[in-house]
């Protein structure tokens, strides 16, 4: 399975919340790749920096969850021209009703584009705007606090963090993943 996580949904893998169950079984499930683009990556480090300015996380806490960030089972795509380009086209499309904000059509750009170019069987997404305008785009989206089961399962946990996710490796590329081909596939002239 091929997995594009925006920002909202990777987050519930390092903090437990709504949704953390989903997210966490997504990342232990055999033969999957998860995918982000690298606005992800300042995305979390956003997200960690806001739990310890508001009390959630002790500095220490972050910082180790930033580690294991960076450790993660995780495919990184590097942003180019042609996102920043779809994302203004997103906006101008949906933006005058549904609240498309800037950073998620850029990240929604990434993932069309490698839906295109890779394949995805699923963009993991928590936001409903978000949600809405991927869906309308094409993609199959999986919104992990949209479930009675998920709400169940984070209610049943008794802890206040999920497991360290699995370990693999970390690298930054400027194309998706190719489904065929376990290397990356060429950029486009």
Do not use: W
């Not at 960076?70 to 101008?92: C, F, K, R």
């Amino acid at each position: 399975m091929n997995y594009f996580f925006d920002s909202g949904a990777l987050v519930k893998l390092y903090h437990l919340e709504l949704g953390s169950p989903r997210i966490e079984a997504a990342f232990h499930e055999a033969d999957r790749r998860i995918i982000i683009s690298r606005l992800t990556g300042a995305e979390l480090h956003s997200a960690l920096s806001l739990k310890i300015r508001t009390g959630r996380f002790a500095i220490a806490e972050a910082a180790l969850l930033r580690t294991r960030f960076l450790a993660g089972a995780i495919v990184v795509v590097a942003m180019n021209e042609s996102h920043y380009s779809t994302a203004e086209n997103l906006i101008v499309r949906y933006g005058g009703r549904i609240a498309l904000r800037t950073l998620d059509a850029l990240q929604l750009a990434v993932a069309l584009d490698t839906n295109r170019r890779a394949g995805l069987d699923a963009f993991m997404v928590a936001d409903l705007a978000l949600a809405e305008v991927a869906r309308a785009e094409g993609l199959v989206v999986i919104n992990p606090t949209r479930s009675e089961q998920v709400a169940a399962a984070c209610d049943a946990t008794s802890s206040t963090r999920p497991q360290s996710p699995p370990s693999v490796t970390f690298r930054l590329t400027d194309t998706p993943p190719s489904v065929q081909n376990p290397q990356t596939i060429a950029p486009q002239k």
